[in-house]
C-alpha cells in the first residue's frame, strides 16, 4: 500500500499543495490538495509529473568531474567541495576576486534556503562579477525603480482592487505575478475568476488571445513592441479626461507636468494607428482603469523583452503614480512578513538610486544594476568579461541553479566564453548544455528530498499563506542540498559566514560554530517573521494568515517629506524623443512577421523538456496564425526556416488562432550545443535566443536584448 504525504510542489514558485503516493521511496501518484488555502486543488502538468523528474534515469545521483582526456567520472560530495574551494582559491589569490564570476538561474528562486546561504557566500568573496537570468528578463522593473525611486508604503493589492491592468504577461500559465511589480494577479486562474465575480474589471495588453486575455474585460491585441506607445496614450487619456489623481501625485511625485506635456501628442488615434488597435480601444481602458478607485498596471516579459522596455515600465510605473494606486498613510498592509521578515512600510519616497552610475565600473562600460547580489552586470557582457583582456578578467564561472548556455542570446559566443575559462563549475540535477562544458558538476537534492518553507516565496502569494514541509522522500545516491554546497564551499575558502537568530541569540550559526541542518536554518529565516514556524508545521495542509489590524502604512519619517518620484528625468525624456522620431516620424520598412516570446505549461524554461509525460508538443514549434499559414502556401506541421537579423533557426510549425494576424510565438530555452539543435527530436527544439544579439538592438543601461517583437522572415523548407 502507498503511503500518502502531504507536500507542496516547488517545481516554480506558485507552491501548490500536492497529495503524493509514495511505495518504496518512489512517487507512484500526484493530487492536487484541496485542503490548501492557496492553490484548493489546483496543479499544472509540472506539478503532476514531479515524481517523472525525481526519478528520471538521467538525473544525476553523483557529482561529476571532467578528466584531463574530457571524460567524465563521478566524485564524492566531500571531495568536489575541497577541490572546487581549491581551485577557486588560487584563481582569488592570484588575480584577486573580480576573477570570479557567479551566475545566478531561475531554479535558485524556489529553494528557500540556496540563496541566503550562496549570497553569503558571494558577499564574502567580494567580487563584483555577478551575473544572472534578472538581466535577460525584467531588469527594466528595477531600472525604473531606481530612475523613479520608490513609494515605501507599497502598491495596492488585486485583493480589494476593482480594475487590474496586465501587459505582457500570462499569469495563467506561467504563475508569474509580484505584488511589488504591480502585477499582482492571483494565480491560478481560479481566483481571478473569483476576483471578477466580486466585480473586479481586468485588461490584458498582449498580441495574442491568451488563457488570461480569453478573461478580459478590454483585451488590448496591439503590434508587438509598440507598449511604450500605448501606454503613452493611456496617460494622455487620464490626463485629458482628469482622471488622475493630483492629491497623491502633488505629494509624492516630480515631472508631471513634463509628463504630460510629452503625452500630448500622443492621441489615441496615432496611438492606434501605430499599435494596430482602435482609437476607441484606448479610450475605453484608460477609462477603466482611471475611473476605477483601486488597482494597478503592471508589466511582464512580453513588455520587458522588447525594445524600449525601460521607458515602457518607466510609464507603466508613472500610470500607477498618476492614478495614486498606492497605499496611503493608516492604510492596512496585508501581506508582509509571515514568515519573511516585515517590510516596514512608510508613506513616504525613497528618492532615484542610480547605482550604475556611481561606484564600481567594468571595464566593458558597464555599472553595477540594482540587485540582490549586491549589484550585477549584464548578463550579455558574461562573454566579454571573460574574453576580453584585462587585470580582473573573468577565469572561473559558478553557476547555481542556472542554464546560461540556453538562456543568454548569441549562444555561440556563450559558448566560446565559458569554454575558454580555466573554472566552470555548476549546481544542477542534469547534465545541463551548461553542464556539459563545465569541469565539475554538483548534483543536488530535488524539491521532494529537503524540507522547506515559504519564507522565500510569500511575496509572490496572491493570499498570505505560510507552508511548510519536511523532506518526504529519502536523498538517492550522493546528493547534497544546494545550500551545503556554499556552506562548505565558504568553510573550505576560509571565508566566514554565518546567520543570527531573531528570537533566540544561542541559536546564531556560523562557519566557526559548524555546519546547522537544514531545520535549524530554516527555523533561523523564519525567526524575524511574525508567524511563529511550529504553529506553520502543525498545520501540514499549509495555513492561511489572517491580517494584522496592526500593520498599517506608517507616517513618513521626519526629512523625507521633499522626496519624490521622479516620473520624467533628462535620460526619459530624451527616451520618449527618440521614440517619437524613430517609431512614429521615421518608421523604417517592416517585415510581415515578428516573433514574440510565450512560456508552456509543460516546461519551466529549460526544465521538463526530457519527461516523456510533459510532452504535449515534443518540441517547441512556432505557433503560426492559420491565415499567415495559408499566406505562406503551408500546411500545420510543415517546417520553416526562421530568420533574423542575426541568425537563422529551424521550426515545425503549429496552427494558432490566439495570435495576432503576423505575429508568431516560440518558446526559449529550448535546442542543444549549437551542432544539436534539431526542431524536430523529442526534447530537443531550437534555441529561439539565437534570433537575438547581444549588441544590436540592446538597451541602455542594463544591455537588455530584444527577446521579444523581433522582426523576422519565414521560409517553407520543402521536405
Ligand atoms: N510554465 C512556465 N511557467 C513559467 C516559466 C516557464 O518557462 N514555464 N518561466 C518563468 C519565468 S523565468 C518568468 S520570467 C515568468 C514570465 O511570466 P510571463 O511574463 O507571464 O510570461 P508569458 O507567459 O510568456 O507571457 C508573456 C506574454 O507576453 C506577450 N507578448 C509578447 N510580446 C509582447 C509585446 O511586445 N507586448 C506585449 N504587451 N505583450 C507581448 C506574449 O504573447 C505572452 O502572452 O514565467 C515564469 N513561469
Ligand atoms: N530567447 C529568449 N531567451 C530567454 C528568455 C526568453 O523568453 N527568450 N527568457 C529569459 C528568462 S525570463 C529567464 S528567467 C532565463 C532562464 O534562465 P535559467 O534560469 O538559467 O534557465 P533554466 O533552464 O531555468 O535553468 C535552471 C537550471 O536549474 C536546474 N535545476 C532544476 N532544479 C534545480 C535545483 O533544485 N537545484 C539546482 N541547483 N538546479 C536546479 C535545471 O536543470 C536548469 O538547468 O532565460 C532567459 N532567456
Ligand atoms: S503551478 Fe505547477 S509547477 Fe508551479 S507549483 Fe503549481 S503544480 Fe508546481
Ligand atoms: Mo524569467
Known amino acids: 500500500m502507498p503511503e500518502r504525504v502531504v507536500t507542496y510542489c516547488r517545481t516554480c514558485q506558485a507552491s501548490c499543495g500536492i497529495l503524493l503516493d509514495i511505495e518504496r521511496g518512489h512517487v507512484v501518484g500526484v493530487r492536487g490538495d484541496m485542503e490548501n488555502p492557496t492553490s484548493e486543488g489546483y496543479t499544472c502538468p509540472k506539478g503532476r509529473a514531479i515524481g517523472d523528474f525525481h526519478h528520471h534515469p538521467d538525473r544525476l545521483l553523483s557529482s561529476m568531474r571532467r578528466r584531463a582526456d574530457g571524460a567524465w567520472e563521478p566524485i564524492d560530495s566531500a571531495a568536489v567541495v575541497k577541490e572546487v574551494a581549491e581551485r577557486l582559491l588560487q584563481i582569488r589569490d592570484t588575480h584577486g576576486p573580480d576573477a570570479i564570476a557567479s551566475f545566478w538561474g531561475t531554479m535558485a528562486n524556489v529553494v528557500t534556503l540556496t540563496k541566503p546561504v550562496a549570497l553569503k557566500w558571494w558577499k564574502a568573496l567580494g567580487s563584483h562579477k555577478a551575473f544572472s537570468t534578472a538581466t535577460i528578463d525584467q531588469i527594466a522593473k ?51 475568476r473569483q476576483a471578477k465575480d466580486r466585480g473586479m474589471k481586468l485588461i490584458v495588453v498582449d498580441p495574442r488571445l491568451t488563457e488570461t486575455a480569453r478573461l478580459a474585460d478590454i483585451h488590448l491585441q496591439l503590434l508587438p513592441g509598440t507598449d511604450a506607445v500605448l501606454f503613452a ?79 515602457t515600465e518607466q510609464l507603466i510605473g508613472s500610470l500607477n503614480v498618476v492614478c495614486g494606486r498606492f497605499l496611503r498613510e493608516g492604510e492596512p498592509v496585508e501581506d508582509t512578513g509571515i514568515l519573511a521578515p516585515a517590510e516596514r ?5 525613497a528618492p532615484p538610486a542610480r547605482t550604475w552610475e556611481a561606484g564600481w565600473r567594468s571595464r566593458t562600460g558597464f555599472g553595477l544594476l540594482p540587485s540582490p547580489h549586491g549589484g550585477e552586470l549584464p548578463a550579455t557582457m558574461l562573454p566579454e568579461e571573460v574574453l576580453t583582456d584585462g587585470a580582473d578578467r573573468v577565469r572561473a564561472l559558478v553557476v547555481i541553479a542556472g542554464n546560461p548556455v540556453a538562456a543568454i542570446p548569441d549562444q555561440d559566443r556563450v559558448i566560446e566564453a565559458l569554454r575558454s575559462l ?17 569541469d565539475y558538476v554538483i548534483a543536488p537534492t530535488m524539491a521532494l528530498e529537503r524540507p522547506d518553507h515559504t519564507g522565500m516565496v510569500e511575496s509572490v502569494l496572491s493570499v498570505p499563506v505560510a507552508h511548510y514541509t519536511p523532506a518526504v522522500l529519502p536523498r538517492p545516491g550522493d546528493v547534497i542540498e544546494d545550500w551545503e554546497f556554499f556552506w ?39 525567526s524575524r517573521g511574525r508567524i511563529d514556524l511550529d504553529a506553520v508545521k502543525a498545520k501540514p495542509h499549509g495555513m492561511r494568515i489572517e491580517p494584522d489590524p496592526a500593520l498599517v502604512v506608517l507616517p513618513p519619517d521626519p526629512g523625507t517629506e521633499h522626496h519624490r518620484l521622479e516620473l520624467f528625468p533628462q535620460d526619459v525624456e530624451a527616451e520618449f524623443a527618440a521614440m517619437i522620431r524613430e517609431d512614429l516620424e521615421n518608421a523604417g520598412p517592416s517585415t510581415q512577421f515578428h516573433l514574440v516570446v510565450r512560456r508552456m505549461k509543460e ?99 542594463s544591455n537588455m536584448p530584444r527577446l521579444t517583437a523581433i522582426p523576422v522572415d519565414l521560409i517553407p523548407i520543402s521536405t
Open 233 to 311: 496614450a493611456l496617460l494622455h487619456v487620464i490626463f485629458r479626461d482628469g482622471l488622475d489623481d493630483p492629491a497623491f501625485w502633488r505629494r509624492y511625485a516630480a515631472g508631471v507636468d513634463q509628463l504630460r506635456e510629452a503625452v500630448a501628442t500622443l492621441t489615441p488615434e496615432r496611438a492606434g494607428r501605430h499599435c494596430g488597435i482602435a482609437p476607441e480601444s484606448i479610450v475605453a481602458a484608460a477609462r477603466m482603469f482611471g475611473k476605477a478607485e483601486r488597482g494597478t498596471a503592471g508589466g511582464a516579459t512580453g513588455t520587458d523583452m522588447a525594445p524600449r522596455s525601460n521607458l
Open 142 to 192: 528595477p531600472v525604473a525603480d531606481a530612475r523613479m525611486g520608490k513609494y515605501l508604503g507599497g502598491m495596492q493589492r488585486h485583493l480589494n482592487a476593482d480594475v487590474c491592468l496586465v501587459a505582457g504577461g500570462n499569469p495563467s500559465v506561467s504563475m508569474f505575478a509580484l505584488p511589488m511589480w504591480g502585477l499582482d494577479v492571483p494565480f491560478p486562474i481560479a481566483r481571478l
Open 603 to 701: 516546461t519551466f524554461n529549460s526544465s521538463g523538456r526530457n519527461i516523456k509525460r510533459l510532452r504535449r508538443t515534443d518540441t517547441n514549434p512556432l505557433f503560426v496564425h492559420p491565415d499567415d499559414l495559408a499566406l505562406l502556401g503551408i500546411q500545420p506541421g510543415a517546417r520553416l526556416r526562421v530568420c533574423s537579423d542575426h541568425g537563422v533557426i529551424e521550426a515545425d510549425t503549429v496552427e494558432d488562432a490566439t495570435l495576432r494576424q503576423g505575429v508568431v510565438a516560440m518558446n526559449h530555452c529550448w535546442g542543444g550545443l549549437p551542432d544539436e539543435d534539431d526542431p524536430h527530436e523529442s526534447g530537443v527544439g531550437s534555441n529561439t535566443g539565437r534570433l537575438s544579439s547581444r549588441t544590436a538592438d540592446t538597451e541602455a543601461i
Open 488 to 526: 562548505e564551499l565558504s568553510e573550505h575558502m576560509g571565508l566566514d559566514i554565518g546567520f543570527r537568530s531573531g528570537t533566540d541569540p544561542a541559536g546564531s550559526v556560523s562557519t566557526r560554530t559548524g555546519k546547522p541542518t537544514s531545520e535549524q536554518l530554516l527555523e533561523i529565516l523564519a
Open 345 to 349: 512600510r512608510r508613506a513616504q519616497v
Open 422 to 438: 580555466e573554472l566552470l563549475v555548476t549546481i544542477d540535477p542534469w547534465m545541463s548544455e551548461t553542464a556539459r562544458l563545465a
